[in-house]
């Protein structure tokens, strides 16, 4: 982990250690507020971290030992959710440090999990080309997205929760209206693939806008078109 000096722009601050070999760490995820950080590994074993302090492990969650490809923590830090190369998706409590729920619906490896700023939901998706809905509070699969025709490797809530972005391998881009449950606008980055896509923070006076790199190497931003 790094932070920031005056004198030398950023320094180390510190590292997360549990005796973990070179590669076996896959992804990190960081709570919203900084405090906590989650990560996968090859085995399917999912660890939470404090960031302050001793740094120390709180939880480690096993599940059925398939290599865990994504990560997200909920912004209210309760639940940890992973994606898996079997297809699993899992979420944990992170106060009770159970298992809430093994999330059914996508059979074929999972590349992104994201949850909703509220809480209340949960998107997942991945070799499926489907974006999974997920209702956090029941576990119940609420909506399927439908529309890319190639592996989904990205996608991410805007700050209001009202839409929902995806990037896929064939270089497409999509805009979801989550309350429609419909695209509303579809995107040709490249031919090549999108890895990341990221919503920028909404600021007053400023329409929706949101960040894309992948393998064009460079990094595209776009803004929501307004009229006038």
Request: glycine share 12%.
């Amino acid at each position: 982990m790094a932070g920031e000096s005056p004198e030398a722009g950023w320094v180390e601050d510190g590292k997360v250690e549990d005796g973990n070999n070179a590669g076996e760490i896959w992804a990190v995820a960081l709570s919203h507020d900084g405090m906590f950080l989650a990560s996968t590994a090859y085995d399917g074993r999912i660890n939470v971290w404090e960031t302050t302090g001793e740094r120390k492990r709180i939880r480690q969650y096993e599940t059925k030992g398939s290599f865990g490809l994504c990560i997200d923590l909920s912004a209210d830090g309760n639940f940890t959710a992973s994606g898996h190369e079997n297809g699993a998706v899992y979420v944990f409590n992170n106060i009770t440090g159970r298992l809430q729920h093994s999330l059914p619906g996508l059979a074929k490896p999972v590349r992104s999990v994201a949850f909703s700023p509220g809480s209340t939901l949960l998107a997942a998706t991945g070799d499926a080309k489907v974006i999974a809905l997920y209702d956090i509070k029941s576990g119940e699969q609420v909506a399927n997205l439908m529309g890319h025709s190639a592996w989904v490797f990205s996608i991410d809530w805007s700050y209001t929760g009202e839409y929902l972005l995806s990037g896929a391998f064939d270089g497409k881009l999509k805009v979801w209206s989550v309350d429609q449950r419909v695209c509303v606008a579809t995107h040709n980055q490249t031919e090549k693939t999108v890895w990341s896509v990221k919503w920028l923070p909404k600021k007053a006076g400023r329409s929706e806008a949101f960040a894309v790199a992948g393998a064009a190497r460079s990094i595209s931003f776009y803004r929501e078109a307004t009229g006038g």
